[in-house]
């Protein structure tokens, strides 16, 4: 009886000194890893003081810039952006006009349903949709998260006369033309 309890005890110590020993060696290399990691360079940014360079082609918020010989979008509402939409973000309402020409009366996106994918700009006949760098979309409501025209206009600026630039890179163009 109290050879076994020995031999409990004696792992019992066992068992402590070896989580003694662990419990050291991981404060140990904690501070090891932290002290290399001082003289790395910092991959991270102070945000939202700080933010980083979006690169040109980046896939953001969905605008619609102005041409500025017209002061108006280029919506000819053919509806092919709101066909080839795959998650059913863009609403277009039209109606016939006296010239038999679609006028455009609506234009909305359901941004909270965006996966970026850029098929609606593919697929503009007009070029009117830009792809702009704007990734801080969170809101409070779901509301918020429909954007209308006017909003959209506003987002994405307005065209540059020089039709090359704005094909090279329709958002960065779109602001400076602003
Ligand atoms: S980027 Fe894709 S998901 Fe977003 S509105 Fe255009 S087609 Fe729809
Ligand atoms: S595809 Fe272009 S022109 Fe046609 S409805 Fe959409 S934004 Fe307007």
Same mark, same amino acid.
């Given at each position: 009886m109290s050879?076994?309890?020995?031999?409990?005890?004696?792992?019992?110590?066992?068992?402590?000194?070896?989580? !003694?020993w662990y419990t050291i060696y991981s404060i140990v290399k904690g501070h090891i890893v932290t002290f290399v990691n001082l003289f790395?360079?910092? *991959?991270?940014?102070?945000?939202?003081?700080?933010?980083?360079?979006?690169p040109l082609g980046y896939r953001g918020l969905i605008t619609l810039p102005v041409d500025c010989k017209t002061g108006q979008d280029r919506c000819i509402g053919c509806m092919a952006c709101v066909k080839v939409c795959p998650t059913g973000v863009i609403d277009v309402q039209t109606h016939q006009g006296d010239d038999k020409k679609r006028v455009v009366d609506a234009w909305n996106a359901d941004i909270g349903k965006c996966i970026f994918c850029q098929l609606? *700009?593919? !697929?503009?006949?007009?070029? !009117?949709?830009?792809?702009?760098?704007?990734?801080?979309?969170?809101?409070?409501?779901?509301?918020?998260?429909?954007?209308?025209?006017?909003?959209?206009?506003?987002?994405?600026?307005?065209?540059?006369?020089?039709?090359?630039?704005?094909?090279e890179e329709p958002y960065a163009a779109a602001k400076e033309g602003e």
């Open positions: 050879m076994s309890m020995s031999m409990s005890k004696r792992k019992n110590l066992v068992e402590y000194i070896g989580e !003694a790395r360079k910092k *991959v991270t940014l102070q945000y939202p003081e700080v933010r980083w360079d979006i609606c *700009v593919e !697929a503009c006949p007009t070029k !009117a949709i830009v792809m702009s760098d704007q990734y801080e979309l969170a809101s409070f409501t779901k509301d918020e998260m429909i954007y209308d025209r006017k909003k959209l206009n506003e987002l994405g600026g307005s065209f540059p006369e020089e039709p090359e630039k704005a094909e």
